[in-house]
């Protein structure tokens, strides 16, 4: 019987872990939470110091019995959830389940899976961190409070099943507010005026008009520029002086949680949860030679610390790699220019010096070897000696106006040898002359003129709206990822061609949230509930004292809202011209589960309803009732589209709606049907579920695809570009061409 037990949250780390450590030691592991706050009920005792009440999560059951069953009788259990302080609060969970004298359980950290990194962990235990756990369970703790009792309120006003978190309101509400800027945002005309000009030496170069009379020169429409341009034509063209120096472009630091996760996304699409998704497998080990491997540290943190061996195999690497002259006379150190860094890990890198990229191909998939890659690069990088530039600026004077050219050379690619922040390899740098002296005279070949219009702010991505998070102190590198997903599946924020937009649904929740509780919602009360979760870490406060000073604002600010919910619920509903066909009030445009919807004012004296949209029944096929004989007509439920009987509730027969395109699964003879998920989600399946499983989030459509021959097209709609048909297979996009009115 092994003498030790050591318990991990991934199998998969568990099965790499288990490679490094002897037989005395037994490893399992608790696949994340054992334990949490229950579903059905608030689970904090508002009464008693915010005491939480936990349960063991449901599914955990047969877990939590091999975890005490494999503890009994053992020497020592050391506890190795990830090394940050969610991590923290699962060992602690694990704990509190096992029956073992505390005497017996030790904290471990790996901050990175290799056998050194395993067995340093092993020799350096210590006891659970509760300063750690408090942080993480008053985190915990004001999400559950904000969304069990805000979310409520959200149900009344505008249907239920919706959600309001602490975080990812806030983020939601930057979205909002960048694109109420954008749709604000009226562009304004303003000039550039451009001059090609010759040297004596008959090189030719382009300079850009800067000043006009010793100030800064503004051309606001056409008509100035023309004067601008009559006045230049005459003038003489001379160098008034030519300024040359040499810069040096230092690298960047190594990656921390959000700026890999922005690199992932501008490179290559990726989401940040696919980002940290692809790192988690790399940090926790991938098999080399049959022999499990974690090849980057734990990518999970905000700090840019390295460790000095760390550093010494990087100098070691490039010195043998490229050579000394990209090899700086001392090593490279950074410091965080965030005041509330938290510097418990060091930055992401890689774990193994001698398993460069080239090496990992065959053992990586395609998507690892690029995570991989970025960061291997951006780590060697850093050690690498800077970037040398010759830098030349050109000033021309023409009577009054003055102009400016300016141009770059690269002399020394230095660190840019192993690593460039952009997909382009060349520096893409202005043409200026290489033989000028000062008082040269120029001729003048032509004036350009430019029409410019300024630009609204540009729409967040997923790796723009990480930097924002961070900047702002929004989140912490474990939640970025998490916030993202969260606001995209409740349907608050969409993503298009990688941009962010709020939907129409993520408006009015904003809308409702902001201006219901403004200071809750808001990116400064946010930020500094944030630093004093920090505190609670470095204990310098105690987590209920927060938890107080949170819960009085807040709820103060939610019983005003309460108290003002009919109003908000009337100013969210549209007014429209039309009467109610039963009693003659007006009728107005509320929301559902299923969307807008036109509903009598009189309610609920007068329950008339009717789709915002109604379908169009033209093209459908006429249906009977085949218990009563009655005409059926297509309604929208709780899962979707449904044909239902006009006698309801004499009959209240129903059938699925099946739409005219045969399943494209090869050999079903079943037809694709519109349905819904438990969450309101609509979906297309097969009318054979369970027998068939095809399934797709988009409206197939019963068309060839002109590209590939695939047998349908599905329908996709954006906010930006309205509904367009994709096929599936080779992904061509097609217009959908509207339908001819007869005449």
Request: glycine share 6%; hydrophobic share 30%.
């Amino acid at each position: 019987m092994s003498k030790n037990l050591l318990i991990v949250e991934s199998p998969s780390k568990a099965r790499t872990i288990k490679k490094y450590l002897g037989k005395d030691f037994e490893v399992l592991a608790s696949v994340g939470h054992i334990r949490d706050l229950p579903k059905k009920e608030l689970g904090v005792d508002l009464e008693n110091d915010f005491t939480p009440k936990y349960i063991n999560i449901r599914g955990k059951g047969k877990i939590i019995k091999q975890l005490q069953s494999a503890a009994k009788g053992i020497d020592t259990v050391y506890l190795a959830p990830d090394p940050d302080r969610e991590g923290e609060a699962i060992a602690w969970h694990i704990s509190k389940l096992l029956k073992v004298p505390e005497h017996k359980i030790k904290r471990v950290l790996f901050n990175e899976i290799t056998k050194s990194g395993v067995l340093n962990g092993i020799k350096n235990p210590r006891k659970i961190d509760t300063s750690l756990v408090d942080a993480q369970q008053a985190r915990r703790v004001l999400d559950r409070i904000v969304g069990y009792l805000v979310s409520p309120f959200l149900w009344k006003t505008l249907y239920r099943g919706l959600s309001a978190g602490r975080v990812q309101s806030v983020a939601v509400r930057l979205i909002c507010e960048r694109e109420a800027e954008i749709e604000a945002f009226k562009p304004q005309e303003f000039w550039n005026l451009f001059a090609d000009l010759k040297t004596p030496e008959k090189e030719e170069f382009q300079v850009k008009c800067v000043k006009h009379g010793g100030k800064k020169i503004t051309i606001n429409n056409e008509s100035e520029a023309k004067q601008h341009v009559g006045a230049l034509e005459k003038a003489e063209y001379s160098v008034e002086s030519i300024v040359e120096k040499e810069a040096k472009k230092s690298p960047f630091p190594p990656f921390i949680t959000s700026t890999l996760q922005q690199e992932a996304t501008r490179r290559y699409k990726y989401s940040p949860k696919k980002t940290m998704m692809l790192a988690q497998q790399l940090y926790e080990g991938i098999d080399i030679h049959g022999e499990p491997v974690g090849l980057i540290t734990y990518m999970r943190t905000d700090s840019v610390r390295m460790s000095n061996e760390a550093v010494q195999d990087a100098r070691d690497f490039i010195n043998n790699n490229y050579g000394e002259k990209y090899l700086p006379n001392k090593p490279r150190f950074f410091k965080s220019k965030k005041k509330n860094t938290q510097d418990a890990h060091e930055a992401i890198r890689p774990t193994r010096f001698d398993l460069d990229p080239k090496k990992l191909e065959k053992y990586l998939n395609a998507e690892q070897i690029k995570i991989y890659n970025m960061i291997w690069k951006r780590f060697i990088a850093c050690q690498m000696a800077p970037a040398i530039y010759a830098q030349k600026v050109i000033n021309v004077v023409a009577d009054k106006y003055h102009f400016k050219a300016s141009g770059s050379d690269l002399l020394f690619d230095g660190y840019l040898k192993a690593f460039r922040s952009d997909k382009v390899e060349k520096e893409k740098e202005q043409k200026v002359p290489k033989v000028l002296s000062k008082n040269d005279i120029l001729s003048l070949i032509k004036l350009t003129p430019e029409q410019k219009f300024t630009e609204p702010p540009i729409r967040f991505n997923d790796g723009t709206l990480v930097k924002e998070l961070d900047t702002l102190g929004i989140g912490r590198p474990s939640t970025y990822a998490t916030i993202i997903s969260t606001i995209l599946d409740r349907n608050y924020v969409e993503r298009d061609s990688g941009t962010l937009y709020p939907t129409e649904l993520g408006r009015t929740v904003n809308k409702i949230l902001v201006s219901g509780m403004p200071e809750i919602f808001s990116v400064e009360f946010t930020s500094k509930l944030e630093n004093e979760l920090d505190a609670v870490e470095e204990s310098r406060i105690q987590w209920k004292k927060v938890m107080a000073e949170f819960y009085q604002p807040f709820n103060k600010s939610l019983s005003e809202m309460e108290t003002h919910r009919k109003e908000i619920k009337e100013s969210l509903q549209e007014v429209t011209e039309e009467k109610c066909e039963q009693c003659g009030e007006p009728l107005v445009v509320k929301w559902s589960r299923n969307g807008k919807f036109i509903a009598c004012s009189g309610f609920p004296n007068c329950r008339y309803t009717r789709p915002l949209n109604p379908v169009d029944e033209s093209d459908l096929e006429k249906k009977k009732c085949h218990e009563c004989g009655s005409d059926m007509v297509l309604k929208e439920g709780r899962f979707g589209k449904f044909w239902a009987c006009t006698k309801y509730p004499e009959c209240k027969t129903t059938l699925p709606y099946v739409l005219d395109i045969s399943c494209p699964n090869e050999g079903c003879d079943g037809k694709v049907t519109q349905k819904k998920t438990r969450r309101g989600k609509v979906f297309f399946g097969c009318s054979n579920y369970p027998d068939c499983k095809f399934a797709s989030w988009n409206e197939p459509v019963n068309q060839t695809c002109e590209n590939c021959g695939n047998k349908f097209l599905e329908k996709k709609k954006t906010q930006r570009r309205g509904a367009f048909l994709k096929c599936p297979k080779c992904k061509e996009e097609f217009e959908i061409e509207e339908k001819s009115e007869s005449k």
